[in-house]
Every structure is written in structure tokens, then in C-alpha cells.
């Protein structure tokens, strides 16, 4: 074409030209449909699994640990439905008339305990080195999917925003797995430790019955979630690592708890190897999950394109005597729940409940609650 040409020998350029860009937007459209096509066909596969992970449903799940022991009571004991409302802490028939059911609203000290839960939580993850972070609630569907997080379908426990590609997060993990999205991070990056709150809604599809009633099974709550990238050769570690943080919390407000290495039947599409905490809960009869750990290695690294670049010696080209960089790799995500408050708020007020209808509040939350030590009967 910059050539001198006759008119008709650059008429028929110009239209083979425009014939190559049509072909290609045509291409570009069935690629985006086939990468579409593949992502779907993808969520169908689920993660390798652990060789450790036992094989079957949610009861062949393996004890791992058990900590501390159930509370002696001298006193009939109550759940804390009624210790709530005694001490005039949520109201659920407000929220029904106002939201609907499976939401509550916090009152007076419960307020206050739920911040001191937050903040006591960030300050303690801050110590052994996570950064700390609070995130967007709303995010696109595709990063929903690329978690391995189904936003679509009868069950699923995603909030969906109507005639829009967004949803509400069910876990502060979709939008922290999100930060480095399409990204080639350095080895001496690594690890890259996250502690995050956020609000999390979920449609709770198919829960029902007394085992989900009060503030066990609600559509939205306050979270704070560990999240982890580093090499693949390190996540068995980091995954110790975080149910040790998470075991070392539960600790120390003194609450009775174990672990277990989740079932193959249990596990999320993105897990590798899931463990979790249920804390005994007097009040409800049962242990109830209060926290989970799982290493999802490169599942959802791949999806959402999160690599690291070895920071060995660049290769050399003997052909051209040229230098070219290490091959890229696929980081390892984990996450891990610090603190679940709603779950947390149930352990605390059914297990320092007192005779006489106050509940005790643990030391190493005093501090955040301006020192108050005893949530007490509202004189009437």
C-alpha cells in the first residue's frame, strides 16, 4: 500500500483489508465464547486432594486435635438466643420485618464486642506478619468463578446483582485472591500474607432446622480472613501455619474446641486439603464450625493467572548468546478464617455465661471493649 499502485490493485488492498479485520473480530468473538465454554467446563473439575485427606462424606473426617475441655455447669444452662435477649443484645424480629429472615441486628455491648473481636483479631494476625486490609463487597462474576466459587445455579450460596456481571462476596478470600489477577509476581515477593475484613453475604440455600437458628446461619456477617500466595513448595508449611494462628486465637479467649482434617466429600472444588475448627457450644449442645484452613495450591492461581518468577540465574541462549528469564510459575493460594463473629459471639456469651445472667468477657478483649470486663442485666 505504500507503494505506487493503479487504483483498482489498491481498491482490492483496501477491501482484502477490511476483509482480514472482519475476519478477525469474528475470531476474537469465538475465541471469548470458547474461553467462556472452557471456564465453565473447568468449575466441573475440583482440586487434586492430599494424599492424607480421608476418602469419603463429612463423618469419615479425621480428628486431628482437641483442645481444652467442655465447661462444668452448676446452673441450667441457656443458648444465646436467650442470653441475647435477656441482656437486650440483637434483635432478630426487628431485622425479619426489615430485611427478612436470617438477620439480626446487634445491640448495645454486642456492638462492642463485635469490634473488639475485629480489631483484636487484625492486631494479633499483624504480629506474625500479614498485611492488613479491608475490601470491595461487590465483585465481578468471572473472579467469583476463577475462585472456584459457583455464582450461578439452584444452591448456590452467592448473592447475585441483578442485570449486572457483580455479586456480593461470601468471603473476603474472592476479592484478596483478586489483588494480583492477571500478574507475574517476584520470587523474593513471596510469601504474600494478607489479613482482611470484610462483610460477607450468603444465600444460606437449603440450611434450615434448630441447628442453624440465631446467629449460626445468617446472610451477613463480619469476617476476618488470612490469605496466603507463595511458592509451591511451600503451602504444606504456610498451611500449618495458619491453623496454628487460628488454634493459638481460640486459645486464648479460653474456648474449647477441636480440629479436623476434612473428608474428601467436604471439600470445596478449590481445596486441596480443608482443616476445621468446631468449638463446643453449650448452649446449642454441639460443636459448631467456628473457623476453617484450606490450601487451594495453584487451582485458583491458574484461573486467575497469578504466577512468580524464580529469581534464579537467567538462562543463557547459546544460539544467540543472549540471556532470557526463568520460566514462570503458579503461585499456591490458602486462606483462613481468623474470625467468623457472628459463630464467635455464640462461643463467647453460651461459654462465660454466669448464674446470674451476666457473661463474662474474655481478657485479651477488655482492652478493645474499653475496659469492660462483665456484660451485666439491664436494670429495669
Known amino acids: ?38 471456564q465453565l467446563e473447568a468449575q466441573c ?44 443484645l440483637f434483635d432478630f424480629d426487628a431485622a425479619a420485618e426489615v430485611s427478612g429472615s436470617k438477620f ?60 449486572s456481571d457483580q455479586c456480593l462476596i461470601g468471603t473476603a478470600e474472592i476479592p484478596v485472591g483478586g489483588i494480583h489477577m492477571d500478574s507475574i509476581l517476584s520470587e523474593t515477593s513471596l510469601p504474600l500474607k494478607y489479613v482482611a475484613f470484610s462483610h460477607c453475604f450468603r444465600t444460606e440455600a437449603g440450611a434450615a432446622g434448630t441447628a442453624t437458628r440465631g446467629l449460626y446461619r445468617v446472610h451477613q456477617f463480619s469476617k476476618v480472613e488470612m490469605f496466603i500466595l507463595c511458592r509451591s513448595e511451600d503451602s504444606d508449611m504456610y498451611h500449618e501455619e495458619l491453623i496454628k494462628i487460628e488454634e493459638d486465637l481460640f486459645s486464648s479467649l479460653g474456648l474449647h474446641y477441636k480440629t479436623l482434617d476434612m473428608a474428601t466429600g467436604d471439600l470445596g472444588a478449590p481445596a486441596y486439603r480443608k482443616i476445621d475448627v468446631e468449638a463446643w ?12 484452613a484450606s490450601n487451594c495450591t495453584d487451582y485458583q492461581s491458574r484461573r486467575l493467572g497469578i504466577r512468580y518468577r524464580p529469581s534464579e540465574s537467567p538462562l543463557t541462549n547459546s544460539k544467540k548468546g543472549k540471556a532470557s528469564l526463568a520460566t514462570t510459575k503458579f503461585v499456591h493460594t490458602l486462606n483462613a478464617t ?43
Not at 441486628?105 to 506474625?128: F, G, I, P, Q, S
Not at 457450644?281 to 459448631?288: I, N, Q, S, T, V
Not at 463473629?341 to 462461643?347: A, S
Open 1 to 38: 500500500m505504500k507503494g505506487k499502485l493503479e487504483p483498482s490493485e489498491r481498491q482490492k488492498l483496501i477491501e482484502e483489508g477490511k476483509n482480514l479485520k472482519e475476519g478477525l473480530m469474528t475470531l476474537e468473538e469465538d475465541l471469548i465464547k470458547l474461553r467462556d465454554e472452557l
Open 45 to 88: 473439575i475440583p482440586n487434586m486432594t492430599h494424599p492424607d485427606v480421608p476418602i469419603g462424606g463429612e463423618c469419615s473426617s479425621k480428628l486431628r486435635n482437641m483442645v481444652g475441655s467442655r465447661r462444668e455447669f452448676d446452673f441450667p444452662i441457656k443458648d444465646h438466643l436467650q442470653i441475647g435477649k435477656e441482656l437486650d
Open 104 to 163: 439480626y441486628y446487634l445491640k448495645n455491648e454486642a456492638v462492642l464486642l463485635e469490634m473488639a473481636l475485629v480489631n483484636w483479631t487484625l492486631t494479633e494476625v499483624m504480629k506474625r506478619g500479614f498485611t492488613p486490609l479491608t475490601t470491595p463487597e461487590i465483585v465481578r462474576s468471572s473472579v467469583v468463578e476463577k475462585c472456584g466459587f459457583q455464582p450461578r445455579g439452584e444452591n448456590t450460596q452467592v448473592y447475585s446483582i441483578e442485570d
Open 281 to 292: 457450644m453449650p448452649g446449642l449442645e454441639r460443636y459448631g464450625e467456628i473457623s476453617s
Open 338 to 380: 481468623a474470625c467468623a463473629v457472628p459463630r464467635m459471639l455464640v462461643c463467647l456469651l453460651e461459654n462465660f455465661q454466669q448464674e446470674d445472667g451476666s457473661v463474662i468477657i474474655p481478657n485479651p478483649l477488655r482492652p478493645f471493649m474499653g475496659g469492660i470486663e462483665l456484660i451485666s442485666p439491664k436494670s429495669r
